[in-house]
Structure formats: structure tokens, C-alpha cells
């Protein structure tokens, strides 16, 4: 089992430039969450999702949109990357509502 | 809304024991979390704590006082690898995020030979 992967590692983008992140997992997990991690911080839930077809925002989602359209994928889009949004985004998933979560190795993505 | 307090560093020696503290401000509390990540790395799980008490796994220890709104990671027979960011993570209830995790700022733990 791969566990939880993410598509890119690295990215850089120019401000006003679009891109999604990708995550997949191969545990049939029914909760999926997108987090970003900026220096010194800790994780921050951007928008999760409870099951296939299913999305809900977390705590900073703005700048920020999601698809969950198969149960193993969740998709997140920037549509216009700003440089406050370079960060380090981790996706995970969980069996059920996520004390325990896995985490897959992360996308550091640039803004310039 | 939720908001935790870790500390931000602490230091050790190999073979020694530690404890990392975690204060937390929640409505409609559901458990404690604890969460290692390496330099560069993914966070991974360590423990969970739904009630009052001490949980143990293997060198690690998990402790929670519901009452008191505290939680403490201890780390026993300090190993060079153990030197990680330390994060505790509360399962509340904040508007938009029913019972999702809210991670603290992380405590980076370094081990000295």
C-alpha cells in the first residue's frame, strides 16, 4: 500500500497563476483533509471531505476550492495563487471523523 | 472557537526523560491528539486520548486531565532520532469544522547526545 500520495512535490507559480495539488489514497478512507503548514506553525485545515462527493470547509479556505468526485482522490485548486498562499500543503485521510490521520509527504509550493 | 498552547522548544539528553505540555481552549471537547513530524517530513500519529488518564505506547505516554484542559506527551529514554516538532491537535466543535482536528503551534524537541 502507497498509503496517502501527493502530486507535485515542489511547484513554484507566479502570482495571478492557477494549479491544482492532488492527493490520492489507497486505505478506502471515507474522510480526506487538505492542511497547509507555514513556518513555525502548526496545520491548518483549508477543506475537508466526508465522503465521495462530498467537500466542507475548514478553518482558512479562502483562495482556496476542492473536489472530492472519486472516493480515493481529493483535488485542491487555487485558481489565482498569491504569494501569501506559498506555504507547505499536506493532505491526509482518516477511517472516520480523524483523531487519527495519515498524511501524505506534501507539496511545498512558492508564490513569487 | 479552539486554541492550544504548546511550548515552542525544549532540549534533552539521550537517555533522558520529557514532557511536553498542552494547554487548550475548546467547545464540546472530543479528544486529544498527538502528532511527531522530522525536518522535512509528514506529520504522523503518536497517541490519542478520549478520557481522563495515562495511555501508553511503547517509550511515549500520553496523559489528559479533561477538567483541567491539559495534555502532556512524555517521552521516556530519549533517542537521537525522537529530536521532531511535537504537536498537539484538539477533536472539538467550531462552527464550519464539526469535530475536525485544530493543531497547535508545535514544540521542537531537540536531543543532545
Known amino acids: 500500500n502507497a498509503g496517502v500520495t501527493q502530486t507535485p512535490k515542489f511547484r513554484v507559480l507566479k502570482t495571478g497563476q492557477s494549479m491544482t495539488l492532488l492527493c490520492a489514497q489507497d486505505m478506502n478512507h471515507e474522510y480526506m483533509y487538505w492542511y497547509r503548514q507555514d513556518p513555525g506553525m502548526g496545520l491548518r485545515l483549508i477543506h475537508y471531505s466526508v465522503g465521495e462527493g462530498t467537500t466542507a470547509k475548514g478553518e482558512v479556505p479562502d483562495g482556496y476550492n476542492v473536489s472530492r468526485l472519486k472516493k480515493q482522490n481529493f483535488l485542491l485548486g487555487l485558481e489565482s495563487a498569491a504569494p501569501s498562499q506559498t506555504s507547505v500543503y499536506f493532505c491526509a485521510s482518516s477511517i472516520d471523523r480523524g483523531y487519527e490521520q495519515y498524511f501524505g509527504p506534501g507539496t511545498r509550493l512558492t508564490v513569487t | 472557537g479552539q486554541s492550544l498552547e504548546q511550548p515552542s522548544e525544549v532540549t534533552a539528553v539521550e537517555g533522558a526523560i520529557v514532557q511536553i505540555n498542552c494547554t487548550y481552549q475548546?467547545?464540546?471537547?472530543?479528544?486529544l491528539s498527538w502528532y511527531q513530524q522530522h525536518d522535512g517530513g509528514a506529520p504522523t500519529f503518536l497517541s490519542y486520548?478520549?478520557?481522563?488518564g495515562l495511555e501508553e505506547t511503547g517509550r511515549f505516554s500520553s496523559f489528559l486531565s479533561r477538567s483541567d484542559s491539559y495534555g502532556y506527551l512524555l517521552l521516556q529514554e530519549l533517542q537521537m532520532k525522537d529530536s521532531a516538532s511535537y504537536f498537539c491537535?484538539?477533536?472539538?466543535?467550531?462552527?464550519?469544522?464539526?469535530?475536525?482536528?485544530?493543531f497547535g503551534s508545535g514544540t521542537q524537541l531537540t536531543v543532545l547526545p
Open positions: 486520548n478520549a478520557l481522563d
Open positions: 475548546t467547545s464540546g471537547f472530543y479528544g
Open positions: 491537535a484538539v477533536r472539538g466543535h467550531s462552527s464550519g469544522s464539526a469535530r475536525q482536528l485544530t
